[in-house]
């Protein structure tokens, strides 16, 4: 069976989806790094709905 192959969210290199990808859906530690940095900066963010705020329609 051939293994899955995936984008890096952060620079798009193929990154194939298996055990021997530790940093998988990443390509190395350093995307992954560079993705939580722009979490925790929220530069990414969960848009909310009417129905998240609490407020009854």
């Known amino acids: 069976m051939k293994p899955r192959i995936v984008p890096c969210p952060h620079c798009k290199q193929d990154v194939e989806w298996s055990a021997s990808s ?11 790094m560079i993705d939580l940095g ?10 909310l709905t009417s129905s998240d705020t609490g407020v009854e329609e």
Do not use: G, H, I, N
């Not at 530790?22 to 992954?32: A, D, G, I, L």
């Not at 722009?38 to 848009?47: G, H």
């Open 22 to 32: 530790p940093y998988r859906p990443f390509c190395s530690e350093r995307c992954k």
């Open 38 to 47: 722009l979490w925790a900066d929220e530069q990414y963010r969960v848009p």
